[in-house]
């Protein structure tokens, strides 16, 4: 089969959520293809799903590498790290990231969960606000987050 079929067949059974068979068809690429960026991509959700947080920090890690445009491949590497490693490390890798894609909503939204838990109310305050302002979904995501318990129990 070829690696083109190989990926369409992965690509379909992660539509399916069929993680194993997913996971099945990307062994099957030739050795000299398995690095590939979509192939990383297709891996990092296989691992997402598998909430495998070590191998998922790797391959966003690499993703983030190769294609630092993507603010996607940033918070799901500072996801990966914060459940890996340590909330500080992801703070960092978003605090970078943030340099990058300033205006990114998720990443202010994550900064300010990340505050939070660290007691910086004022400074997560001011990054879930700033999350709003770039993308008004977050209200409704900061009044379920449990990250974010402790800002809204703190008196206004």
Known sequence: ???????SHARGY???????????????????QLDGDEVLALRTIIFQEQANWSALRITAGLLVQRQPANPGWWITFAYATRR?????????ILREAELRHPR???????LGCYAC??????EARRRVD????????FRDA???DPDLAP???APV
């Open 151 to 153: 800002l809204r129990d």
């Open 104 to 110: 990114e909503a998720t990443i202010q939204f994550n």
């Open 1 to 7: 089969m070829t690696p083109r079929w190989l990926l």
């Open 14 to 32: 992660l539509e399916l959520g069929l993680l194993e068979e997913a996971a099945a068809e990307l062994a099957q690429l030739p050795a000299d």
């Open 117 to 122: 838990q660290r007691g910086d109310l004022p």
């Open 130 to 137: 700033a999350a709003i302002a770039f993308d008004p979904h």
């Open 142 to 144: 900061a009044g379920t």
């Open 84 to 92: 890996a490693v340590s909330l500080g490390e992801a703070e960092g």
